[in-house]
């Protein structure tokens, strides 16, 4: 089975500050990998697909990186909107979750 | 408007059965592949099993922690997916989320909002 590993597991940031989370796999994936933003007692959504493509109708300030096992999720200007928690998922083999990165209020 | 609504879940006592709907709409939904997800109580997203459309077999797959214990099913006439849980253990407490895949690949880009089981004495 690909493990996924994220960190950090929690984060503290500001409003308008450049966030970054990783996420490593056990093995490569090459760029099958997807990121999901979860609120608090709602179903996770969709922000990017396939390591570096956007959600439709998402907003610019997410980005997604990377390849093989190591990939980053990036929020440029941290929105009051944003906390939340953020979890990556592998689909080259069947597929996995990441344990999740709780971004918070500083 | 895509949309998958769950219903179900309650309290059930360890070694009960329950069976779990999703009622979708929005899509054609007998083209899709869909798949539960759960999540315990504070906790991460587990990946419980998955269904690919009818014209494939409709193949299932399931994760090592609920193999032989949890079916899923789906009825195309109806828009409806189906868990159906057996031998419910303590550990399959949980929100269930029902989700469509992006065409057939293994990534969802619809959710559920989710039902409650709760396996207790």
């Known amino acids: 089975d690909i493990q996924m590993t994220q960190s950090p597991s929690t984060l503290s940031a500001s409003v308008g500050d450049r966030v970054t989370i990783t996420c490593r796999a056990s093995?490569?994936?090459?760029?099958?990998l997807a990121w999901y933003q979860q609120k608090p007692g709602k179903a996770p959504k969709l922000l990017i697909y396939?390591?570096?493509s956007l959600e439709s109708g998402l907003p610019s300030r997410f980005s997604g990186s990377g390849s093989g096992t190591e990939f980053t999720l990036t929020i440029s200007s941290l929105q009051p909107d944003d906390f939340a928690t953020y979890y990556c998922?592998?689909?080259?083999?069947?597929?996995?979750f990441g344990q999740g990165t709780k971004v918070e209020i500083k | 408007e895509v949309q998958l609504v769950e219903s179900g879940g309650g309290l059930v006592k360890p070694g009960g059965s329950l069976r779990l709907s999703c009622a979708a709409s929005g899509f054609t939904f007998s083209d899709a592949w869909m798949t539960w997800v759960r999540q315990a109580p504070g906790k991460g997203l587990e990946w419980v099993g998955r269904i690919k459309t009818i014209g494939e077999g409709g193949t299932t797959d399931y994760a090592a922690p609920v193999k032989g214990r949890f079916t899923i099913s789906r009825d195309d006439s109806k828009n409806t997916l189906f868990l159906q849980m057996d031998s419910l253990k303590t550990e399959d407490t949980a929100v269930y989320y029902c989700?469509?895949?992006?065409?057939?690949?293994?990534?969802?880009?619809?959710w559920g909002q989710g039902t409650l089981v709760t396996v207790s004495s």
């Open positions: 998922q592998q689909y080259d083999t069947y597929l996995t």
């Open positions: 989700t469509k895949h992006y065409n057939i690949l293994n990534y969802f880009d619809y």
């Open positions: 396939k390591a570096s």
């Open positions: 093995q490569s994936i090459s760029s099958w």
